[in-house]
């Protein structure tokens, strides 16, 4: 298990990551043929380990202004941020608050959470936009991300990340979350783990079952290894994967949502946002354009309408084209 004051392992080489690919390639499909009970134990460690990438400089400079948080998750500690309205926060940067030192009244809080291989600071963009809003900005690494512990992680663990950082500050107004970070959300709201009063996902996903054949594929993993993989990891998580279905669960919420998604994203379709959109009661869609998987969260008219849909009243927010 890692410290989730270990600084994050570098990424390898794109010379040396491909020829690791390459190989992993090779050996999987070899062992799906002739050794398929090593090739599921193999390929479930691939799908279930995250790349952990090193904080850029922006992203430090906001944890610099932030006072940090330790949080005891199952998994191990998460690593979490806190940012107050009025900067008092910023003063006792990197030192980890207590248990139950949290203020009695809290201000109004927002937690963001990023996705697959993300860093919670990857969402900065909307830090400064919500503390001006009024708004107490909380962001976690979710597990095997970041500085959090761990080796690996899943929907389900990001999901229980929430519910240990949201319990540990004391309740959120509102969520946004990016990617896997957005199914993540949903889970813990349909379980009853997190409540809200707002939440925006950001091109979430919603078909496991199809991004799993797709991995297998990339890997060279017979059909056999891959549902083989998938009925392991039901059984450890819980939950089939019809059940993590983000339109499925998406209809189980009734918290206001928005759901942003590009046209362009080529990680994450855009039908996958339409789905949770047309699945969650109420729920409104914000379309973008040429803004990818990733060029989405810095995006200034995007942050705005999350903020402006953080303030909203009621149940609506126009949505329109015009506004899009």
Known sequence: MTS????????????????IFAAQRVGLGIASRIAPGIARRWVTHLFCTPPRHPHPPLEKEWIARSRSLAVEGPNGRIAAWRWAPD??????????IAAGADDAAPP??????HGWGGRGTQLHAFIQPLLDAGYEVVALDGPAHGFSDSRYASMLHFARAIRAVVDRVGGVHGVIAHSLGGAATSLALAQGWVRAERVVTIAAPVDFDGYSRYFARQFNVSEAVRDAMQKHLER????????????RLAAQNATPALVVHDRGDKEVPFAAG???????????????????????LRDPAVVARAVEFMNAHGSALDCSPAAA
């Open 108 to 113: 109004r809080r927002v937690l963001l959470m």
């Open 4 to 19: 989730s004051r270990e600084a994050p392992r570098a990424p390898q080489p794109a010379g040396t990551a491909a020829l």
């Open 274 to 296: 339409e789905r949770i959109a047309a699945c969650w009661p109420g729920a409104l869609l914000l379309p973008t354009e040429r803004l990818g998987h990733r060029r989405i």
């Open 236 to 247: 450890r998580l819980g939950f089939t994967w019809k059940e993590l279905e983000g339109g």
């Open 87 to 96: 900067g008092t926060m910023g003063e006792a940067a990197g030192v980890a």
